[in-house]
């Protein structure tokens, strides 16, 4: 089955212990992209990724890393949380790997993060 | 970054009736899209219509596009209760960049039984 997949679905952590959440997709998709959905403020990008090892910053990259060692892995990491990061995290993934030409991007369930 | 705006924010009808959201955005674009979020989860893509369309239906769905005033529409006829969910728009920007889709903040659809 075609499906973007993440990991863990829910994390509970304290203030300063570096995570990662994992994003996998098995559509041989080129570009991918996380981002963090907050009340009121609809779905914000964090960092995306048009191929291999070409990453780059969306509207709110800053306190996250990521990497894009593989087509089909782009975790997201943070060195140091805060709770001003308890948020839900989408990962999407698109056919395309043109940022400027995006069509359809398939989604994860997400992954429910709050830092203590 | 030319993030769309939908309206209105929220939306309560009777099931039976038909549903319109309408979304606003800024700057030139490719493509306009639409999802569906359940609570919680992950969005779903519906439909996109590009920048030289102006009318596009899925099913129950039908979308306009007016790029001359930079707005959008969404209708869903004859909702059922499992049409509640938010909805979004999204847009594709134009003339290349870096800003990939923009989303807005959503429509909150609520369907009465």
């Known amino acids: 089955e075609a499906q973007v997949t993440q990991n863990p679905r829910y994390l509970i952590t304290v203030t300063g212990k570096k995570l990662t959440v994992t994003c996998s997709q098995n559509?041989?998709?080129?570009?991918m992209s996380w981002y963090r959905q907050d009340p009121g403020l609809g779905l914000r990008q964090i960092y995306y990724?048009?191929?291999?090892?070409?990453?780059d910053k969306g509207d709110v990259p800053e306190g996250y890393k990521v990497s894009r060692k593989e087509k089909r892995n782009f975790p997201l990491i943070l060195e140091s949380p805060s709770p001003n990061q308890t948020s839900l995290y989408f990962c999407?993934?698109?056919?395309?790997?043109?940022?400027?030409?995006?069509?359809?991007?398939?989604f994860g369930p997400g992954t429910r993060l709050l830092v203590l | 970054s030319q993030q769309g705006e939908e309206d209105p924010q929220a939306l309560s009808i009777q099931e039976g009736e038909n549903a319109t959201m309408n979304c606003s955005y800024k700057?030139?674009?490719?493509?306009l899209q639409w999802y569906r979020q359940n609570s919680g989860r992950g969005l779903v893509h519906l439909i996109l219509?590009?920048?030289?369309?102006r009318e596009k239906h899925s099913g129950r769905l039908r979308v306009t596009l007016d790029t001359s005033k930079k707005s959008s529409s969404l209708l869903i006829t004859a909702s059922r209760a499992a049409d509640t969910a938010s909805y979004f728009c999204?847009?594709?920007?134009?003339?290349?960049?870096?800003?990939?889709?923009?989303f807005g903040k959503g429509t909150h659809l609520i369907i009465q039984p």
């Open positions: 999407a993934s698109s056919p395309n790997g043109d940022p400027g030409h995006q069509e359809t991007q398939y």
């Open positions: 559509m041989n998709h080129e570009y």
């Open positions: 990724s048009m191929n291999v090892e070409v990453t």
């Open positions: 700057t030139s674009i490719n493509n």
């Open positions: 219509i590009r920048s030289n369309e």
């Open positions: 999204a847009t594709g920007a134009s003339g290349g960049g870096a800003d990939g889709l923009t």
